[in-house]
């Protein structure tokens, strides 16, 4: 495949939204253990102590933050007036997700 | 002066590249290179050329993986250590060595209403367009375009959907769409919209990063998608 | 058929993507803010339960996911593996019954 931003921009975006969509039913389910009390929203939550598990939950926030930032790139390529800044918008999409997945990491 | 090494695609789909070494000179482009091959080196090189000055946009072809117009491609710019690697457009079914058949690529022009129809006659006056008018300015930024494919070459949507109509022929609709004197208007809406239309454009830019007279299509396409949103609301009309 | 189909889905796509903008972003700052110091289900639902504005809030966030979801994961299923047509768009349609469906009691179960 070429190697040009736009299409890095398209891949991560379709990645990204791919994975979110198979975590949300998940994120879903999970949350929905409150309604059965406090206790059994603690024993999930005690599982998502460990490691891995803090380190997937990062990068789902990474995939998010991504996803969002991608998904604001496409919203200004297609309903604000053409300029030619917009071209350099994937580069700017990376760096605020970046952002944001280090600032989540640092709360963490 | 130093040679070039240049890699040639012979063949048709099937086919491999053949080497070939070219004499550098100052100020030579890849067509002079292909020309040269075909008049000193291999008379069987297929290629096309026509204006050689950048206006008919016959020559594009895919020069070190990146689609481009050999007669305004100097090879100071494009060489890396005096290699130059040539291949016909992508996208397009190879007649041979260089030559792509285009057939395909006008027929999506046609497919998405990119001809202009009017409704008037000598008998009505003079239609009035202000120039300045925003849908005038739309029209404008788009009408340049020569039909060359380059954009075409480049679009991996197009590479992956083969009935993908892709950014020229959406382009030239585009344009048309915002022609007050053009009747065909929900028609054309109706032809570009779909999954094989404006909306399977995933933005990836590749066509306005390569068109070489710095057009616009992902503009054009993301001003259809808004405009048959604006259609569909409107109850198709 | 598939032009106004297209059309359609892509306006509801542009739509809640808005709407998912603006709830992410105030996701994802409440939820940087929330871990801090860890997560325990307690702390959690004193904050949560009751709460009315958060309540509508995530409601809100939920409906607009489960449209925006399987509409970009449509384009995708086509694309990359050739999957299309009716199974397709009904496989996709349950998805969303069943994204909404976890997310409403997901939401009820946390701020209610």
Known sequence: MRSHSGYWAFAVHRVSGIGLAL????????????????ASLDA?????????????EWGIVLLLAAHF?????ILALEFLPWRDWQKSLAAAAAAVSLAIGLAFALAL | MNSLHVSVWRGGAQGAFQAFEVPRRASQTVLDVVSYIQRSLDPTLAYRFACRV??????????????????????????????????????LPVIRDLVTDMREFFDKWARAKGQFRGAATRHDGFARIRPDSTERRRADAGIECIGCAVCYASCEVVQ????????????????LVNDARDVMRAERLR?????????ACHTQM???????????????????????????????? | MSARVETLLWIAQRATAGVLAVCVAV???????????????????????????????????????????????RAALAEWFGWRGRSRDAALAAFALALGGLGMRAVLGVFS
Request: net charge positive; charged share 20%.
């Open chain 1, 23 to 38: 975590f949300l039913p998940v994120h879903f389910w999970a949350l929905g253990h409150a309604l059965e009390g406090a």
């Open chain 1, 44 to 56: 999930l939550l005690a599982w998502t102590e460990r490691p891995l598990v803090k380190f997937a």
């Open chain 1, 69 to 73: 930032a991608g998904g604001l790139r």
């Open chain 2, 54 to 91: 950048g206006m008919c946009g016959s020559c594009a072809m895919t020069v070190n993986g990146t689609a481009r117009w050999t007669c305004r491609t100097h090879v100071d710019k494009v060489a890396k250590e005096d290699r130059i690697e040539i291949a016909p457009l992508r996208n």
């Open chain 2, 160 to 175: 992956r959907i083969p009935d993908y109509l892709g950014p020229a022929a959406l382009n030239r609709a585009w344009t």
């Open chain 2, 191 to 199: 032809a570009v919209a779909g999954d094989a239309g404006c909306h």
């Open chain 2, 206 to 237: 590749g066509c306005t990063e390569r068109c070489p007279v710095k057009l616009a299509p992902t503009a054009s396409i993301a001003g259809l998608k808004r405009e048959t949103a604006r259609w569909m609301m409107r109850g198709e009309r």
């Open chain 3, 27 to 73: 996701h994802l700052v409440t939820m940087t803010y929330a871990i801090r110091g860890g997560l325990s289900a307690e702390e959690i639902l004193s904050r949560t339960r009751g709460s009315t504005g958060w309540l509508v809030f995530y409601a809100l966030f939920v409906v607009a996911a489960a449209v925006h979801v399987p509409i970009g994961l």
